[in-house]
Nanobody, 115 residues
């Protein structure tokens, strides 16, 4: 069982930056593929970025070159550095952990990009 707690969301102006954090509990964190998803009002939840146990990453086209996902296995933490934020990045951001057939979600953190 893995529990995930996100933090770091908030209100930021277009062009600004935020860093989201996800704290995980439980065992075998280093084996999990970790990801950030987001869901904007009226839209489906979508993958933003993913990092696997070998530190391989992939990103949604809409955030490439602006967002960076990273992990610290010793601290059981995952981060999402978001730069050059746009109004269309406004959403609730969720941390996700997957391993074999198990998937876990955090409660989400709101990111609002507005002037």
């Amino acid at each position: 069982q893995v529990q995930l707690v996100e933090s770091g969301g908030g209100l930021v102006q277009p062009g600004g930056s935020l860093r989201l954090s996800c704290a995980a509990s439980g065992n075998n964190f280093s084996f999990y593929t970790m990801a950030w998803y987001r869901q904007a009002p009226g839209k489906q939840r979508e993958l933003v970025a993913r990092i696997d146990s070998g530190y391989r990453t992939n990103y949604a086209d809409s955030v490439k070159d602006r967002f960076t996902i990273s992990r610290d296995n010793a601290k059981k933490m995952v981060y999402l550095q978001m730069n050059s934020l746009k109004t269309e990045d406004t959403a609730v951001y969720y941390c996700n952990a997957e391993y074999i057939r198990s998937a876990y979600w955090g409660q989400g953190t709101q990111v609002t990009v507005a002037s």
